[in-house]
Nanobody, 125 residues
């Protein structure tokens, strides 16, 4: 059973930075594209960013492009989301997830089979 654990969330002010971490206990973490999603109260879970298994390809939602950076360390089985210039609209629970290799669309939540429990990010104005 793959377990993903997020950490690094918190309460920050607009314009601040925060780094989220996702740690996996999976033996084959390095074989999968990994992604970050977020869900605000009353809203659907939305794609934030994804990174290919070797970290060569990265993908971002338009709303975070230029402000967020996704990275991974396959030796440590860890993925990161560096979030800069945070806005109140970034407030949400952030989830990391592992994408199934037989699904192409990295932006669809249904393409991911294992999820962490989430970490809350709150950005005050």
């Amino acid at each position: 059973q793959v377990q993903l654990v997020e950490s690094g969330g918190g309460l920050v002010q607009a314009g601040d930075s925060l780094t989220l971490t996702c740690t996996s206990n999976g033996r084959v973490f390095e074989d999968y594209t990994m992604g970050w999603f977020r869900q605000a109260p009353g809203q659907e879970r939305e794609f934030v960013a994804a990174i290919s298994w070797r970290g060569v390809s990265v993908y971002y939602a338009e709303s975070v492009k230029g402000r967020f950076a996704i990275s991974r360390n396959n030796v440590n089985k860890t993925m990161y989301l560096q979030m800069n210039s945070l806005k109140p609209a970034d407030t949400a629970v952030y989830y990391c997830a592992r994408k199934r290799n037989d699904f192409r669309d990295h932006a669809q939540a249904s393409a991911y089979d294992y999820w962490g429990q989430g970490t809350q990010v709150t950005v005050s104005s």
